[in-house]
């Protein structure tokens, strides 16, 4: 495959239009129209279609941009391992969903960092789809996610501990401290995470498998804290992790919910590219912790 006329494409495909890509690459749209048409003949397909005063990517094109996006993501990771070892630099790139990284991670990154001083360690915070994304395009080296099983077909998940879920409402809330079904919670305002969440696909999920009506939408939030204070000031009911609200439980802010006959389980995985040789000292040392946390508790 000409890679030349990749990156020309990959450049067209996210600006939707020639002319912009043509001024961003500095050369004449005929050339970069030439580049495409070469393309699109090499691979055999049509790639893109003509849409108003901009371009349209096939399913095809559709396909060829985010794995070409894949491609130079790893030829630029590649380059920027190549100055690290040059410059006797390490960089580690994580990615976490909400939970892990501010419930689980800090202690142990902050005492991975003070055993190596000389590694530079870059934390983001995404949901659980976004995480995975950031790892399979060479964003990151590692991730962090918190799901019921393991997720995209390309990553390796290894499991590093289990974590109960609670249903939780304001001590004042009819439902308070009160063993209830499933399904009476069908009416209730439920706050909802936002989509790509793992723990909104585990509250809909709970509610499907036990063919119970997926409750209304009370408020849709973009993070657990955020769900937990709502619940605190007194708005309906939410699905939070169980170290999340035992402090605020034990003080009489919130209050918990049993759901009779349902235990309510979620992983925490790190995930991985396959074949990843960097991140194992890493993987190796959070896993060490988390087994003596375990013995301690």
Aim: hydrophobic share 40%; glycine share 6%; proline share 4%.
């Amino acid at each position: 495959m000409n890679l030349h006329a990749l990156k020309i494409f990959i450049i067209v495909a996210k600006h939707k239009s020639i002319t912009l890509a043509a001024n961003e690459l500095l050369i004449s749209q005929p050339a970069v129209t030439i580049q495409i048409r070469n393309l699109e003949k090499e691979l055999n397909l049509k790639l893109i279609e003509g849409r108003g005063r901009g371009i349209q990517l096939t399913l095809a094109g559709e396909f060829i941009y985010e794995q070409g996006q894949r491609l130079f993501r790893l030829e630029q990771n590649i380059e920027n391992k190549i100055s690290d070892f040059k410059e006797r630099n390490i960089q580690l790139n994580i990615s976490s969903s909400y939970i892990p990284i501010n419930y689980v991670l800090p202690p142990l990154l902050a005492q991975y960092k003070l055993l190596h001083p000389h590694i530079f360690i870059n934390v983001a915070l995404g949901n659980v789809a976004n995480v995975e994304k950031q790892v399979l395009n060479y964003e990151s080296d590692i991730g962090f996610v918190v799901r019921s099983n393991a997720g995209h077909e390309d990553l390796l998940f290894d499991e590093l501990m289990t974590i109960p879920f609670w249903f939780i409402v304001h001590p004042d809330h009819h439902l308070a401290n009160k063993m209830i079904k499933l399904g009476d919670l069908s009416s209730e305002q439920i706050i909802f995470r936002e989509r790509g969440s793992s723990t909104r696909d585990l509250l809909e999920a709970i509610f499907y498998s036990n063919n119970c009506s997926l409750p209304p939408i009370g408020i849709q939030l973009q993070g657990l804290h955020e769900s937990i204070k709502a619940v605190e000031a007194g708005y309906g009911a939410t699905l939070a992790p169980s170290f999340s609200v035992s402090n605020e439980i034990k003080d009489k802010k919130i209050a918990r919910v049993w759901v009779e006959g349902i235990e309510i389980i979620q992983s925490l995985y790190i995930c991985t590219r396959k074949m990843e040789v960097k991140t194992e000292p890493f993987i190796t040392f959070i896993k060490e912790k988390l087994n003596e946390n375990r013995k301690v508790l």
